[in-house]
């Protein structure tokens, strides 16, 4: 009996592990079958047992392209001259005319130097004067007089070039513009191409939209179209196309540039966003 016994318990066993293992794989595999995506078919049912396909919504075959405003022009002014910075008459969001005088550099030492030359200027005149009377007299050769004209001419071109520095050192505006930033203070030292200030031109604008190869047969040089900034939606600007690349960007896509003049009190800023539809073309 021992003997049977010692057959039967391990073969009971082993039936005991692969049922368990049977059920497991049976309970996976219905886990697994509730996972599968199943296709729902796309058809509506209708009472008659017919199915129809949906509607797509209607197309209106406008074009619409977006864009980004930006100035007409801007530079970052510096002095032409090194100097230390007397005054800065304008600030951060100043508006500014073509001409207008933005920072004053110091001068002083340039001024002495003209007084130094205008000195040497009224002793060689006198000299030019004199050896003139004596030359025509014969009392002095026709050397020392054309030293002296020379003489006269060099310190005349050394005081044209220490007026044109003193000319540098007031900074002027370059166009009518804002002040979009302030990168200096007075008291500090300007040299050249060093920037003082930054000044955007946004009295006229520049707006760029990306326009794809089959659109582009819709834009002409010169042509003008209406464009709607997002932040005026009720206000239409006029668009002159100024620009249409020659190459496409990374986009594959071809900028084409619109000056358009700004709303007043500068109401439009750069960076803004805006639009261009043009009407169906079916």
Known sequence: MKKILSYLIPAV?????????????????AVSAERVYHNE????PV????????????ATGDL????????????????????????????????VGKGQTLVQLDNSLLQLQLQSVDVQI????????RYSILAKADAVQGVQLEKAQLGLKSA??????????IHKTTIKSPFNGVVFAKLSEEGGFAAPGVPLLHILDIGQLKFTVNVPEKDLKYFKLGQSHKV???????????GKVTLIASKANVGNSFPVQFTVKNLPNHALRAGMFGKITLPNQN
């Open 13 to 29: 066993i082993l039936i005991g592990i692969f049922g368990g293992i049977a059920f497991k794989l049976k309970k996976n595999k």
């Open 41 to 44: 078919p796309t058809e509506t």
């Open 47 to 58: 009472p008659n047992g017919k199915s129809v396909e949906p509607v797509p919504p209607a």
């Open 64 to 95: 619409q392209f977006t864009g980004v405003f930006e100035p007409n022009r801007e530079t970052k002014i510096s002095a032409e001259v090194q100097g230390k910075i007397n005054q800065i008459m304008v600030d951060a969001g100043s508006v």
């Open 122 to 129: 009224e002793g060689l005149t006198a000299d030019v004067n």
């Open 156 to 165: 005349q071109v050394q005081r044209a070039t220490i007026e044109e520095q």
């Open 228 to 238: 709607i900034a997002d932040v005026f939606p009720d206000k239409t600007l006029s």
